[in-house]
């Protein structure tokens, strides 16, 4: 009987002292966050407003992670995963989004094969692809300082321009320079050459520098558009304003020609 007690005494101890799973794999796994950035295929920042897109981000199963065979769930600093079940929807602010992957904390160890995905709210919601299928993404392990670091990845969506947008561009280059024309070549030219008594000659030259500039300026006006277009988020006065780059660059082109006839009208009236 005392032995019986006293094997019933080992196997309780055992059992409270005993590494609960969690706690093994809190010594196994390690969370690591990657900041993943958005674009389109010409390199413009693909930019949301809270809760207006998402990224879907699902733990691949075993064909995939060989290594988690016999496994259900990956837990670490509260953030956990299915082994190939539900996904975890991760938020895009602006064009980033910071995803947490559970990854293993040994850096011999192999990456952790993720399956994500982007999911753009409204009209029923519909999915957005990355270029060249590259939606897979392998995460950790963690270096050998151990600390979490958050590298940074690049992703490209399948969204391109549409043909309305190269026409907008195109016309916002041959209005502006139009405009331009009009103020530097003509109005502001005859104004030197009428109005202050000018020699042509100077007045052509000065009338032809402003108008270079003013050109370059619009060249300006036009890129920034097209690489900062400010598709979704762009907000005046509290009212959102879509494509607020293309509108920007324009209203800020006019305001500028319009200050420098302003002051070439003042300066030889």
């Known amino acids: 009987m005392r032995f019986a007690g006293w094997i019933a005494t080992v196997l309780v101890a055992l059992a409270l002292f005993a590494p609960s799973p ?157 405009f331009a024309y009009l103020v530097f070549g003509r109005a502001l030219f005859r104004k030197m050459l009428f109005g202050a008594k000018m020699p042509v000659t100077a007045a052509l030259t000065i009338s032809n520098l402003l108008l270079l500039a003013a050109v370059l300026a619009l060249l300006l006006a036009v890129a920034l558009a097209w690489f900062f277009p400010i598709v979704t988020g762009g907000m005046v006065l509290g009212y959102e304003v879509p494509y607020l780059g293309y509108v920007s660059a324009a209203v800020i082109y006019l305001a500028v020609v319009c200050l420098a006839w302003l002051a070439g009208h003042l300066a030889w009236r």
């Open 22 to 178: 969690g706690w093994a794999q809190a010594e196994e796994y390690g969370l690591q966050k990657v900041q993943f950035e958005l674009f389109d295929e010409d390199g413009r920042a693909y930019a949301f407003r809270p809760g207006e897109a998402s990224l879907k981000v699902r733990l691949l199963g075993k064909e995939q992670n060989p290594a988690l065979e016999g496994l259900q769930t990956l837990e670490a600093e509260e953030t956990s995963y299915e082994v190939d079940g539900a996904e975890r929807s991760v938020e895009i602010t602006g064009n980033v989004a910071l995803v947490p992957f559970v990854v293993f904390r040994d850096p011999a160890r192999e990456k952790l094969f993720y399956h994500v995905s982007m999911f753009v709210e409204g009209d029923g919601g519909r999915s957005v692809s990355f270029v060249e299928g590259d939606d897979v993404y392998g995460a950790g392990p963690l270096p050998e300082d151990g600390a979490a670091a958050a590298p940074q990845v690049r992703q490209s969506t399948e969204r391109a321009p549409q043909v309305w947008e190269y026409a907008t561009l195109a016309a916002i280059g041959l209005v502006g320079l139009l």
